[in-house]
C-alpha cells in the first residue's frame, strides 16, 4: 500500500481533451497502406491532392510528409514526391552533415504526465536514409542527372554518418537520468522495475531480427544504386571517382546478408564489363516493420485501494510482411533473379532496441507520477462529494479515464516503406523485350527494350496487390517510363 501522496498543483482532471488529442495524423495518412489495396497506388496517391491537383498535406506533421511523400513516389509522381519530401528534409531532427544527437532525441526521457504521442514526431536516423534515398530516385527517374548526382551526395554522407549517429545515441540514451527528481518516487519506480517480470517487459523486443549491431544501420541498397548511377553517369568523373568502389567496400563489410554482399561481389564484375548493355533491376517488395502497443498492469508496488487505472503503455517491433521472395527478369531463355540486399526490419529496429530499456524506465517512472496523482485526486474527491458518493465515483471514474489516455506509447513510424528492397541485373539482348515474373511465376509486366543499360523499378505491396514498374534509360535522361500492369483497383 502506498502510505506517502503528494499534492500536485495541476490536478490530472484538470488536463483538457484538446490536450490529449496530441500531434495526431491524418487518418487518410494513416490507412495509406490499406488504401493500396483497394485503390491502388495511384488512387491512393490522388487522396493526398486536392481538386484542383495541388498537394494536399500538413507540412508541420513531420510524419505526414513521410509517408505521403513516398505515396506520390509509389505512384510514379517523383516531382510532387520530392516536393513533399524535402519539406520532410527540413524538420527532420537528424542531418545529413552532422553527427551530434539532437536535443530533442532524448525529449522522451523526461518524465511527464504525459506521454510521447503529445510532442512533434521528430523522425529517426534510418528515416533520413530512405528519405534521401527516395529524393535521389525521384531524380533519378525525372531524368534529372545532375539533380541526382547532388542527391546521391547527400545520401552517402548521410549513410557514412549514420553508424557514428546511432552509437552516439544509444550512449545518451544509455546516460540520460530517467528517474522522478521525488526520492520516495525513485524509490517506487525501483521497487515496481524489481517486481515486474523481466519478460513481460521483454515482450517488446521479441520479435527483433538476431545479431544486429550499429553497421547495419547504412542501407545496402542506398549504397549499390549509388554505385549503379555513378557506373553508368554520362560524366567520366562518376565513372573515374572512389564512389563507386567506396560503395561495394561499403556493403562487402558491413552488410549483415549474405546475398548482399554476394550482389555487391557481383556488380564489382559486370562494372568492369559495361561496353555490354546491363539491365538493373530495383524490386520493392511488401509492407515495412511497424510498431503496436502492448500494456502492462503496474505490480503491487503501486497497488492502492483510492486507484483506479494503474499501468504502462509500451511499444513491441512487429515485422514487415513479404509479397514476393523475388522477381524474375528474362529475355527468352537468358534470366535472372533479384535477391535480397536492404532488409528494413533491421535498419528499423536498431534505434527501437538502443531505446528500448530507457524507456521502460521512463515510462515506470512516469507511472508512478500520474498514479500518485491519480491517488490524491481520488482523495480529494472522496473529502469534497462524502455527502454524494456517486458524484464522486463518476469523477473518479473521470480521472482513471484521463490516466489511461495519457498512458500511451508512440507507435509513429513511416508506415509505408517496403518490407525488403532487392536489386537484380542482366546482360540484355538488343531488341527483344524484357519480362518481369514473379517467384511463383505470375506475369508481372513485359518492358520494351531500350538500348544502352536500363533500370527497372518495381513495386508491390502484397500478392495479386497493384504492380508498379518503371523503365528508366541510364544515363537518365528523361522521366521514365511506367509500364503497363494486369492490375486493376475494384470497383
Known amino acids: 500500500m502506498i502510505r506517502k501522496v503528494h499534492s500536485y498543483t495541476t490536478p490530472l482532471l484538470a488536463i483538457t481533451l484538446a490536450t490529449l488529442t496530441g500531434c495526431i495524423s491524418n487518418p487518410v495518412v494513416i490507412d495509406n497502406n490499406a488504401s493500396v489495396k483497394v485503390a491502388g497506388y495511384t488512387g491512393t496517391a490522388q487522396n493526398h491532392l486536392e481538386e484542383n491537383g495541388e498537394i494536399k498535406v500538413n507540412r508541420d506533421n513531420l510524419h505526414d510528409l ?39 532525441a532524448l525529449r522522451f526521457v523526461g518524465t511527464t504526465v504525459t506521454n510521447d504521442t503529445l510532442a512533434d514526431y521528430t523522425g529517426r536516423i ?30 552517402e554522407q548521410r549513410q557514412g554518418n549514420a553508424e557514428i549517429q546511432l552509437q552516439a545515441y544509444t550512449r ?39 545479431n544486429l549491431n550499429a553497421a547495419q544501420i547504412r542501407s545496402p541498397s542506398g549504397d549499390l544504386v549509388n554505385a549503379i548511377f555513378r557506373q553508368t553517369s554520362s560524366s567520366d568523373q562518376d565513372r573515374k571517382s572512389d564512389k563507386t568502389k567506396n560503395a561495394i567496400s561499403s556493403v562487402q563489410s558491413r552488410a549483415a546478408d549474405d546475398s548482399s554482399r554476394r550482389f555487391a561481389g557481383d556488380l564489382e564484375l559486370a562494372f568492369k564489363n559495361l561496353k ?5 533491376v530495383v524490386y520493392e517488395d511488401g509492407v515495412g516493420p511497424s510498431i503496436n502497443e502492448f500494456r502492462i498492469d503496474l505490480p503491487l508496488a503501486l497497488v492502492s485501494d483510492d486507484l483506479l487505472y494503474a499501468g504502462v503503455a509500451l511499444p513491441e517491433f512487429v515485422p514487415g510482411s513479404s509479397s514476393n521472395n523475388s522477381i524474375t527478369i528474362s529475355q527468352g531463355e537468358n534470366q535472372s533473379s533479384t535477391v535480397l540486399v536492404t532488409d528494413l526490419n533491421r535498419l528499423t ?9 530507457a524507456k521502460v524506465k521512463k ?47 508512440d507507435t509513429r513510424h513511416w508506415n509505408n516503406l517496403p518490407n525488403h528492397i532487392q536489386l537484380g541485373m542482366m546482360k540484355k539482348k538488343a531488341d527483344v523485350p524484357l519480362t518481369l515474373k514473379s ?37 537518365a535522361r528523361e522521366t521514365a517510363m511506367e509500364i503497363a500492369t494486369n492490375w486493376a483497383p475494384a470497383e
Open 66 to 104: 513521410l509517408v505521403v511523400g513516398k505515396a506520390f513516389h509509389d505512384a510514379g509522381m517523383w516531382a510532387e514526391s520530392n516536393d513533399v519530401l524535402n519539406s520532410a528534409s527540413e524538420k527532420l531532427m537528424w542531418k545529413e552533415d552532422s553527427i551530434d544527437t539532437p536535443e530533442e
Open 126 to 155: 534510418y528515416e533520413g536514409m530512405m528519405l534521401d534515398y527516395y529524393i535521389a530516385m525521384n531524380s533519378l527517374m525525372l531524368g534529372e542527372e545532375n539533380l541526382a548526382r547532388v542527391n546521391f551526395n547527400r545520401l
Open 276 to 280: 555490354e548493355e546491363f539491365v538493373f
Open 363 to 409: 515510462e515506470v517512472a512516469s507511472a508512478v507520477i500520474k498514479t500518485v496523482a491519480q491517488i490524491a485526486a481520488n482523495r480529494a474527491i472522496d473529502e469534497e462529494t462524502s455527502d454524494n458518493p456517486l458524484a464522486g465515483l463518476l469523477m473518479k471514474v473521470a480521472v482513471a479515464g484521463t490516466a489511461a489516455a495519457l498512458t500511451q506509447a
Open 172 to 210: 545518451s540514451i544509455q546516460n540520460a537520468n530517467t528517474d522522478p527528481e521525488d526520492s520516495y518516487d525513485r524509490e517506487l519506480v525501483n521497487n515496481t522495475l524489481e517486481q515486474a517480470s523481466d519478460s513481460e517487459f521483454d515482450r517488446g523486443l521479441q520479435n527483433l531480427p538476431a
Open 349 to 357: 529496429s536498431l534505434e527501437f532496441q538502443s531505446s528500448y530499456d
Open 439 to 475: 517467384a511463383t511465376g505470375q506475369h508481372l509486366a513485359k518492358a520494351p527494350y531500350t538500348p544502352g543499360h536500363q533500370l527497372i523499378y518495381v513495386r508491390q505491396q502484397s500478392v495479386g496487390g497493384d504492380v508498379k514498374v518503371f523503365s528508366q534509360r541510364l544515363p
